[in-house]
């Protein structure tokens, strides 16, 4: 049996993965901050998880040893956690906020991509999908600081990728357009439904061992920022 770990998975995109994942015959290995929420899903999915705040450098490390020690090994790694709470104009960035939005964004996944790629390379197989984000195809004011974020992670993905083929490891750098989950305030009925965002996701996991997706752009119709 395959296994995955996502991280980000008590809302959202990656909970719908977890769910899609666990259906299609992945044994799951989830994770979140909420408490309440991880132990609803792993009682929904029977499945192991710990509640990880992926802000410490530390716990991003522990949180990949946990996983492995829990699958035995990572077929697939979701580095989907991520979030965007302050949409400042670039007069109002602060530090705080920058080191913040690092830490979760960027350090995190590329943390536990290195763990898992150094697993994975062991066996010379395994997926890394990175969840980035369609804003780095667009441009939009009071979004720097996330904007940059993303950027950091895909140029980061672009290097992971080469680096993994090379011991035959597969990287996915996914660009969703907006989704309609907890990561907004708003309600957005006209996006795209996490089930559908997390469809996506999984069709690239899923792919045929010959196949591997290394980009993947979409968005709702309403979009035109590309
Ligand atoms: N929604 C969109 O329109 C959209 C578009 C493009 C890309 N994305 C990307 O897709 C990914 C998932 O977003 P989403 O829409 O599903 O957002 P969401 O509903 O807000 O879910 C975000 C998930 O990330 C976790 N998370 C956030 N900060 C964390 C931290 N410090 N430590 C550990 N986990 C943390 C949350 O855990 P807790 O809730 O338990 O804290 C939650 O499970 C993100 O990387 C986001 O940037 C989203």
């Known amino acids: 049996m395959r296994t995955a770990f996502i991280t980000g998975a008590t809302r959202g995109i990656g909970r719908e993965v977890a769910r899609q994942l666990k ?11 909420d408490a309440t929420l991880l132990k609803t899903l792993q009682a929904e999915l029977d499945c192991p998880g710990l509640v990880v705040d992926l802000a410490e450098a530390d716990a991003a490390i522990g949180l990949f040893a946990a996983a492995r020690q829990k699958l035995g090994q990572v ?16 007069a109002r960035i602060s530090a705080r906020e920058l080191d913040d939005s690092y830490a979760v964004n960027v350090r995190a996944p590329i943390l536990l991509a290195r763990e898992a ?29 996330y904007t940059t974020m ?16 090379l ?11 907006g989704v309609n989950t907890t ?9 795209i439904r996490p089930e559908s965002a997390a469809r996506m996701i999984t069709q690239c996991i899923t792919a045929p061992d010959d196949v591997v997706v290394h980009e993947l ?7 035109t920022n590309f």
């Open 75 to 90: 077929d697939v790694l979701v580095n989907n956690a991520g979030f965007n709470r302050a949409k400042n104009p670039i």
């Open 183 to 191: 990561f907004r305030s708003n309600v957005r009925p006209d996006y």
């Open 150 to 165: 993303k950027h950091a992670l895909h140029g980061f993905t672009g290097c992971l990728t080469k680096e993994a083929r």
């Open 167 to 177: 011991v035959g490891v597969k990287v996915t750098g996914i660009y969703p357009g």
């Open 23 to 33: 259906a299609a015959g992945f044994q799951v290995f989830i994770s979140g901050r």
């Open 117 to 145: 790629l150094q697993e994975m390379a062991t066996r010379r197989s395994g997926h890394i999908v990175n969840v980035i984000s369609s804003i780095v195809h667009a441009r939009m004011e009071n979004y720097s600081v």
């Open 217 to 223: 752009i979409y968005r709702p119709l309403c979009e």
